[in-house]
Structures are given as structure tokens and as C-alpha cells.
């Protein structure tokens, strides 16, 4: 199972080139494959026996308040994007600070508060690729500047934010410890 796994994730961009779709619709063909083996090579065990193998009890511990969460943020990331306020506060940071470093630096300490997974895909917004390529200083000096103040606070990371989740962690708490 955990090489069909693998398989599955490896298979997805495989699955994006063949057929064009996009790339969740991949993951949930692989989804429904892992659930349909994970059945077929159970079915012979009694249920209470296989009830911790399968992907239903998989599914049922996922955090899907912490999953609402990131999406509700990439949805507001996509509507600043499609508004157009990201590319004026990218002019605006140009015209205001002017050096791409300290752009980088104040992003890169904005993520201490903001999640930096939906900054670095505002930051997308407000920088264009074709303007700077993926292997631009742009981009490694983001991702080290997002990954970096993302630790400063827990709620500055993903994992910080799922850690809250599943752990019950206010950030009150966090803060005075």
C-alpha cells in the first residue's frame, strides 16, 4: 500500500500531461484507486480487524477545520489576485522601499503573522514569472524568507497552524509561554 501510494503521487503529473485536467482531479482518481485496493486486499479479514487498514478511517482523521482554513485564505489570496490589488501593492512596494531584498525582508517578516503558504502565493500574484523567472533571486531569497519568518510565530506556518488544530493550542497561550 504505501508503494501504491507513492505511486499514486508520482503518477499524478503523468495523469495532468495525458489527459489535461488538472492536477486534483489526479490525486482523487489516485484517491479512489488506494480506497478500491485497500478494500480488495482486506476483504477477506473480519471488520473489526480491518477497520483500522482502511482509507475511511484515514479520512475521518483529518483536521478539516485547519483544511477550511487554508483554503478560505487561498481563496481570498486568488480574489486580491484577480482584483488587481496585488500587482498595485507590488508597484507600490517598488516605488516605496525600491530594493527587491528588503521587499523580500518585510514579506518575509509579514509571514510571522501570515501564513506563509497563501503569502508566497500572494507573492506570486504580485511578481510575474515571466518578469522573474523560477530560478530568479526572487524566488530562493522568498522561500527562504517566507520559510524562515513563518517559524518566528505558530501562526506563521502550516504546521504551526495544524499543531493549534489538533492540539487544541490557543495563541494567547503560545504567546505568554
Same mark, same amino acid.
Given at each position: ?7 499514486? &503521487? ?10 489535461? &485536467?488538472?492536477?486534483? +482531479?489526479? %490525486? ?18 473480519? *471488520? ?14 483529518? *483536521? ?6 487554508? %483554503?478560505?485564505? +487561498? ?9 488587481? %490589488? &496585488?500587482?498595485? $501593492?507590488?508597484?507600490? &512596494? *517598488? ?6 531584498d528588503l521587499i523580500v525582508t518585510i514579506?518575509? $517578516? ?36 517566507? !520559510?524562515? =519568518? ?5 501562526? =506563521?506556518?502550516?504546521? !504551526? ?17
Amino acid at each position: 500500500m504505501f508503494c501504491m501510494r507513492l505511486g499514486t &503521487l508520482v503518477a499524478v503529473p503523468v495523469f495532468k500531461s495525458i489527459t489535461h &485536467l488538472p492536477p486534483f +482531479l489526479g %490525486i482523487l482518481f489516485g484517491l479512489g484507486i488506494l480506497w478500491l485496493m485497500g478494500e480488495l486486499l482486506h476483504s477477506k479479514k473480519e *471488520d473489526e480487524h480491518k477497520e483500522h487498514l482502511t482509507l475511511v478511517r484515514a479520512l475521518k482523521q483529518i *483536521d478539516m477545520s485547519s483544511i477550511v482554513f487554508f %483554503i478560505g485564505i +487561498l481563496l481570498a489570496v486568488a480574489s486580491l489576485e484577480h482584483t488587481h %490589488i &496585488l500587482s498595485n $501593492l507590488a508597484k507600490w &512596494l *517598488d516605488q516605496t522601499v525600491g530594493r527587491q531584498d528588503l521587499i523580500v525582508t518585510i514579506i518575509g $517578516l509579514a509571514s510571522a503573522i501570515v501564513d506563509n503558504v497563501p503569502l508566497v502565493a500572494a507573492s506570486m500574484g504580485m511578481y510575474s514569472l515571466a518578469q522573474y523567472p523560477v530560478d530568479s533571486f526572487l524566488w530562493e531569497f522568498m522561500a527562504y524568507c517566507a !520559510g524562515t =519568518g513563518g517559524s518566528i510565530l505558530i501562526i =506563521g506556518s502550516a504546521a !504551526g497552524v495544524a499543531a493549534m488544530g489538533l492540539e487544541k493550542i490557543h495563541f494567547f497561550w503560545y504567546a505568554r509561554k
